[in-house]
């Protein structure tokens, strides 16, 4: 009842309403109010993952231009020349170009692919579509959301073309170097435009956010319990509730840092002396501050990236082993301990920093904790698959591979969290490896299991399936070639971000390994471009969807029309009688949420 | 003119995929789709366990060929302690590993759609549950106990035969300091820097302006670039800072690191356990260096901030601390003792007995109150 009241009067400005002659009478939709200035939230899901995607294509070819100078250091590439000018003068990338890529890699694939790309498409998406809501809590605020995204995301791109290049200090922005201009040129106005672009991007995800729990919270459909929610929502949720209280606590560490940066302030800067300037008025500030304004975003912020993924895996995953999910209740608990401890963990990016070692003892103790709640998920998706009847569509492959990424990436996070041992791998190319897998390759895998699995529901079309198997195995693979053999690079001590490692004896030793992992990192790319030609190709000419649930799935989305309009279900919202997960019930293939309780069936949930 | 003919390759290669890619979406058509799609989900079957057993192959060919180019034994009596962890996690999560990656991939093998089987519905099973949830926890525990014991052992005081140098990083290089004869160091503050002849901003002389007052301590003081002398099997503490922006102390040999921050001193010790020279020997390397590498993004030279560790025999550190003169004669040439005529019969300045005595964990050190000069 309450579901109800709540649904009208979130929708009551008019654009939807409930009744049968919906449709008809409002809606002059004008190109710009359909695609551009959209309130519809699937459009701006779209819109959302749309932008993710072409910053998805910047962010990889950056990599691919950096992989090109670490595999050959001392050889020279005309071609570089044209792309990027005199950041490549003869066709050999300068170290400023190379940190400048570095850099703007980790910060778009971090913010803009993985946040906004990810959470931003599905959670709006996929929110109204299954908890049974017309649309957002607030529909204009959803809008603004992508538009603070899109502003951000265009002041960042500029800030590639300014003079002095873009920030070129690292994606984490440590101050003093990202505070102080004449400590390098990336961090004169190239660096101005970097937090500029933050600011607006935390304006965007706080917009989103509140948006995101105010529907989940209030605007579910009659008898969609919490309880009933499939995981995709609950993983939305408590990325919304991260995000919300963490990217404040980021925005006040840049707001600090614009204020030393432009207006004299000492909040992280002390007893600095830079060549060719002299000794620096600022006295009493402490670098260290930042660090800890910045992890404490910084890490809830992987978890961000990864619990969307989860969400959507666990869906994904029990509608093509046509099972349910294995511990409903523990994948809810596990999700909440891992949303919990990640605000208690940022420290043990510090272990090194200088960090008071007994504080750090703590971190280290927080940190291995979040292990178990993975080992369960972990477990439950294993036990999801056994006696299944597994379909392998795109999206259950993806499923399958952020597991098998998460395992990968995951276990060696017990390295790496284990303080004693970080002080040997911290900065080294272990950590590449261990973050890459477990939150940039499960992340967009979790990304285009989603992507595969909605794509019938966002267009009304199928992707070419061959392509997506050619996708899939070469990234799969390709993924494990680039970086299970970093791990050895970092257990050797390698350092990240050295532009060339030819003078260092300690470390020249894996010259023809980068050749190795630059040439499968440049075909992974290609094959990358090979899904996006699928993408776009597959929305004009794709086979068409003829039935409404073409996954033989139980979620409220696969109930409303093929191609559903602004409002979602042309008739009343329907009612929920069930969980998410009854497949392969009392012998039925699955029962959709909708299907009352029978009065024979066997009592479940 | 070859990058183009790459891009046009390329471009064909991507049509030919293309092609057939469309060309199997008609003969689906043509054959049925239900059945192609059983057809498809049998290869991508067969593909699961394929991949498992290339997998687990790749990552046995991996560290063969891989396993000689990582470090060999640690060069510090701490790093053993390291290397042990590392071998203990290695095994815990490579079983894990194993487990749960053959399950994952043989599962969905096995599991693939058949006609013939009839799905389990098992929706939860609290067993289970909390035996996964409790093994993590109790292995985890063990872990983090083996890994807290080393932490304070790393963290912790140095033994008292501890030498001391003092590490600066700087905009891309480093600056060692030897407390020289006094067994102290001088007091320190950033405005005096000059890059000519005092890098490090010793206070060497009485200003009014900043209300500070010359520090006898800093007069003997020992200053060096790029490369730091310790000696074999002596412990030695190393206090860190920067002039500049974050940067990084990063010894692999010895398998420790620590940042070095602007306005917060931070500290390591560690014992090394072979020279130099030894390693050469060890590893075959006739340029083996133990180097410095910075770990911390400082700037676009940040790739080649390199130091030297020379792990000498006790004798020839001495010989070599003899050698040099302290960091203020080098300022103000005319006052080093040596540089007037030789007096009769006067030995030189410096000799092993007398020069710098090996400093101590007890020797005091006091850039804290650099800050106060200029507050009081």
Known sequence: MSNEQTLHTGTAHGTVHDDHGHGAHHHHETFITKYIFSQDHKMIAKQFLITGMAWAVLGGLMSVLFRVQLAYPDQNFPILETIMGHWAKGGHITAEAYYALVTIHGTVMVFFVLTAGLSGTFSNFLIPLQVGARDMASPFMNMLSYWFFFTSALIMLSSLFVESGPFSGGWTAYPPLSALGSASPGSKTGMDLWLISMALFVVSQLLGGLNYIATILNMRTKGMSMTRLPLTIWAFFFTAVLGVLSFPVLLSGFILLIFDRNFGTSFYLSDIFINGIGALPNEGGSPILYQHLFWFLGHPEVYIIILPGMGMVSEVMSTNARKPIFGYMAMIGSLFAIAILSFLVWAHHMFVSGLNPFLGSFFVLLTLLIAVPSAIKVFNWLTTLWRGNIRFTPGMLYSIGFVSMFISGGLTGIWLGNSALDIHLHDTYFIIAHFHLVMGVAGIFGMYAGIYHWYPKMFGRYMNNTLAYIHFWVTLAGAYLIFWPMHYEGLAGMPRRYYDYTNWESFKMFGELNVFISIVAIIVFAVQLLFLFNFFYSMYKGRKVTSQNPWGSTTLEWTTPINPGHGNWTGEIPEVHRWAYDYGKDGKDFIAQTTPVGAGESVNH | ?376
């Open chain 2, 1 to 376: 003119m070859s990058t183009f003919f790459i891009i046009a390759v390329l471009i064909l290669l991507f049509v030919v995929i293309f092609q057939i890619a469309k060309a199997s979406e008609y003969v689906a058509i043509l054959k049925g789709e239900e059945k192609s799609r059983k057809h498809d989900n049998k290869i991508n079957g067969f593909l699961m366990i394929a991949f498992l057993v290339l997998g687990l192959i790749g990552v046995y060919y991996c560290h063969e060929i891989l396993k000689g180019r990582v470090l060999q034994e640690s060069a510090s009596k701490e790093g053993e302690k390291v290397d042990e962890m590392l071998h203990i996690t290695l095994a815990v999560t490579g079983i894990v590993f194993i487990i749960t990656q053959v399950l994952l991939f043989w599962f969905s093998y096995k599991y693939q759609e058949s006609e013939k089987r009839k799905v389990f519905f098992f929706p939860h099973n609290n067993t289970m549950e909390v035996v996964w949830t409790v093994v993590p926890a109790i292995v985890l525990s063990v872990l983090v106990v083996i890994g807290l014991r080393n932490w304070f052992i790393f963290t912790g005081e140095p033994p008292k035969n501890a030498m001391i140098v003092e590490v600066t990083g700087k905009q891309f290089g480093w600056i060692f300091r030897y407390p020289g004869k006094d067994n102290q160091f001088g007091k320190r503050y950033f405005r005096n820097i000059d890059p000519s002849n005092n890098s490090l901003g010793l206070i060497w002389a009485d200003n009014k302006e900043l209300n500070q007052k010359a520090d006898p301590a800093a007069y003997d003081d020992i200053v060096q670039e790029q490369t730091m002398y310790v000696i074999k099997d002596r412990p030695v503490k190393l206090i860190i800072g920067s002039r500049d922006v974050i940067h990084d102390v990063g010894l692999s040999h010895f398998r420790l690191k620590m940042d070095a921050v602007p306005g917060i001193p931070t500290t390591l010790w560690f014992t090394p356990k072979f020279t130099t020279a030894e390693m050469k020997e060890k590893t075959g390397n006739a340029n083996f260096q133990y180097e410095i590498s910075c770990n911390q993004m400082c700037g676009n030279g940040h790739y080649s901030m390199k130091g030297v560790i020379e792990v000498v025999e006790e004798d020839e550190y001495y010989a070599w601390m003899a050698k040099q003169k302290p960091y203020y004669y080098g300022a103000f040439p005319e006052k080093d003792p040596s540089a007037t005529p030789p007096a009769p019969g006067g030995a030189p300045p410096s000799s092993p007995d007398s020069a710098a005595r090996i400093t101590t964990a007890s020797v005091t050190r006091t850039t804290a109150g650099d800050h106060n000069n200029k507050l009081k």
